[in-house]
């Protein structure tokens, strides 16, 4: 990701001081993973647990069908998305599939995104994040979180903003407001668009878990996402997406409590790699997770672990 938009104007940001060229440089195979192998970090059990990183496109994926309900349901509804990488391209083809229109988005100009768009169909365009921004009836962010600041305040106002961002400090640079639990990356993301209304989704799996683990509603292994949200009015709407998508809604609290579902917690990623062989060395566990489809992860484990979370200092690691 080499630059954003500001209300259609394209600009290179300015990297925290902490970015390495290999940040700068790896954002795509980085931005999903959020951890390193390397018990320093997550500990001997949970790199026993280690999920897997975005993999090249052919990835398995669960795909909805078009007839159902919840598709039906929103196919006038348009889903706008800045940032179209691993996550966003997975809830946009999910979200063509259910009967949605969608316009795509990214840091580098809508002429970057032709293959996409070809790939979603008639449902799909591409536009410039201030765009996309204006023209959804809900609007997936899905960008580095130091990047937030430039994202188009005028256009969000008023609309249902799912963030799927979280906060890594050796990419997005210390944030004292984070760092002191003064606020959670979410509530930082609410602070800059006081017009929108933002609830957290999206931002604690994987996307090949995001991709194969989808099922349509009432199926018996449907896995569930937690969401948070100042807004009942929004979380409602946000459920209803996750719903289209192939997700059950767990509602986690507001976005105070939204750091129940973030990096250095028994929420973020780790349960939807379902359990590992034994015996397997990190680089075996990493390749088999890289391969591994997942497992089904049902409301009541998510409702558990949200409660059960224990709050960890702010920012997730980054896989090297």
Known sequence: MSRVFIRGTSIRPSYPPSATRSHKGHFNAQLTLGVRV???????????????RPTARGARTHHL?????????????????IGSGMIGGTLARFAVGAGWNVVVSNSRGPETLGELVAELGERAKAATPAEAAASGDLVVVSIPLFAYTQLPQAELAGKVVIDTLNYYPDRDGRLP?????????????????????????????TAPHLSS??????????????????????KKEAAA????????????????????????????????????????????????????????LPAHRVRQLADEAVRAPAGGALVD
């Open 177 to 205: 407001e984070l760092d002191s639990d003064e606020l959670t990356s979410s509530e930082l993301l609410q602070r800059h668009l006081t017009g929108a209304r933002v609830v957290k989704a999206f931002n604690n799996i």
């Open 241 to 296: 997406l996750l719903d289209a998508l192939g997700y059950d809604a767990v509602d986690i609290g507001d976005l105070t409590e939204s750091w129940r579902s973030s990096p250095n917690t028994a929420l973020y990623c780790l349960p939807y790699g379902g359990e590992a062989p034994s015996g397997l060395s990190p680089q075996e566990l990493l390749r088999w997770f890289l391969e591994t489809p997942g497992a089904p």
């Open 213 to 234: 683990l989808a099922r349509p509603s009432g199926a018996p292994d449907r896995s569930a996402l937690p969401i948070a949200g100042d807004d009942a009015a929004a």
């Open 38 to 52: 390397d018990s320093k970090y997550l500990g001997a059990e949970a790199v026993a647990r280690l999920p897997g």
């Open 65 to 81: 069908s078009d007839s159902s309900p919840v598709g039906r349901e929103h196919m006038t509804q348009t889903l706008g998305l």
